[in-house]
């Protein structure tokens, strides 16, 4: 079965905090993942995705193969990266995407 | 320019209604796809698009959906005899190419379904 689990709904540390945000998958693939952020208001838009290797807002992620993860990695957490996190997966070249439940990071000041 | 629009933005709806959401991709956008959030839930898929041929449509949960997009532009997602639980945001993306490598999806703001 194709499942993305993000165990935490809801995430809530202090500013200049570390983040990490979980997702686990399960694919029998090669996996293609991705970050999805939507802030306050506003629309669903990508983040960063694993093949990119790509560090955005001071985001970082690492495909885990061995663990089935893609875990979402912050040094220090910024009042304005409040919002609800989407881990999803895209099998093969099928293009959709599967998302997780999604995680809320509140960032207290 | 313009992004994915989507209308209407709300919609509320008596049970046994058939409702027609639309979705505006961005200009010259190959793929269009349409998921379906619950309230609490990651968005879930429905369908895709590559532009007007429904290549996917695997994620629809009862023949009460339907979706077209004749000319390979606009989209519409239609649910006939709604139901409670089809109360949720329709989300529609569109992506440049054909939706795989490292095509991106651009989400429009969704339409919430209200069936009551």
């Known amino acids: 079965a194709q499942r993305v689990t993000q165990p935490e709904k809801l995430l809530s540390v202090f500013k200049g905090a570390p983040v990490e945000l979980k997702c686990n998958y399960s694919?029998?693939?090669?996996?293609?993942l991705f970050w999805y952020v939507q802030y306050s208001r506003q629309r669903l838009q990508l983040l960063l995705r694993?093949?990119s290797r790509e560090s955005i807002k001071g985001f970082t992620a690492d495909l885990n193969k061995g663990e089935t993860s893609f875990h979402l990695k912050k040094p220090f957490a910024q009042e304005e990266d409040s919002a609800m996190y989407y881990c999803?997966?895209?099998?093969?070249?099928?293009?959709?995407?599967?998302f997780g439940q999604g995680t809320t990071l509140q960032v207290k000041p | 320019g313009a992004g994915v629009s989507q209308s209407p933005r709300y919609k509320v709806a008596k049970r046994g209604q058939d409702v027609a959401l639309r979705c505006d991709p961005i200009s010259g956008h190959v793929s269009l796809f349409w998921y379906q959030q619950a309230l609490g839930q990651g968005p879930e898929f429905l369908t895709y698009?590559?532009?007007?041929?429904?290549?996917?449509k695997s994620g629809l949960p009862s023949d009460r959906f339907f979706a077209e997009r004749p000319e390979g532009s606009v989209s519409t997602l239609k649910i006939q005899r709604t139901q409670q639980e089809d109360s949720a945001v329709y989300l529609c993306?569109?992506?440049?190419?054909?939706?795989?490598?490292?095509?991106?999806?651009?989400f429009g703001p969704g339409t919430r379904l209200t069936v009551l």
């Open positions: 694993h093949i």
């Open positions: 698009f590559q532009n007007e041929a429904q290549l996917d």
């Open positions: 993306a569109s992506s440049p190419q054909r939706g795989a490598g490292t095509d991106t999806q651009y």
């Open positions: 999803a997966l895209r099998p093969g070249n099928t293009g959709k995407l599967i």
């Open positions: 694919y029998s693939g090669s996996p293609e």
